[in-house]
């Protein structure tokens, strides 16, 4: 598996709990007073019927619930993703991240910590090609050997799987 598709996916395992923490605590919030938060479509109509009157009143119709759940997930999930990504860039995603267990950690370490380098994401004024020096220039002076070494420390010359 390469670097790049691990780091995708801790990035998308942070993404996806941060919306999942979120849908549950906006839906906690505004719908688990009257409504089971696995209600399906019907349920949500025959509990709408069910409450007659009352559906006009905003602090217990159920429609109402489901427009305000709506309102208050926009208003908290944008705030939510973007507080997950950086919390990733910055190392400190909810999700660990697991490339320390992989055996090229080494090299990871070595690129992003000892040269600098970070994940591309658009919010950076560095371009690909400033970190692709760093690391160029640190082939060339022979600086990744050490690094690559010790990727190879453990291996007992088998072939190695290819992911």
């Not at 999700?95 to 970070?118: A, D, M, Q, W």
């Amino acid at each position: 598996m390469s670097k790049n598709y691990e780091i995708e996916m801790h990035l998308e395992e942070n993404l996806r709990s941060a919306v999942k923490n979120t849908v549950s605590q906006v839906a906690k919030k505004t719908l688990t007073h009257h409504l089971p938060l696995d209600a399906e479509a019907q349920v949500l109509v025959e509990q709408a019927l069910k409450n007659g009157e009352n559906e006009k009143n905003p602090n217990s119709s159920v429609f109402q619930k489901i427009a305000i759940f709506g309102t208050e997930l926009k208003a908290a999930l944008p705030k939510e993703i973007e507080a997950a990504r950086v919390a990733f860039e910055n190392g400190t995603g909810a999700i660990p991240n697991r490339i320390e267990e992989c055996r090229s950690y080494p090299l990871y370490r070595f690129v992003r910590k000892e040269l600098g380098t970070g994940l591309l994401t658009g919010e950076k004024v560095l371009s690909p090609g400033q970190d692709f020096d760093k690391v160029f220039t640190a082939m060339c002076q022979g600086k990744i050997i050490d690094p690559m070494l010790e990727c190879l420390s453990s291996w007992n010359g088998a072939p190695l799987p290819i992911c």
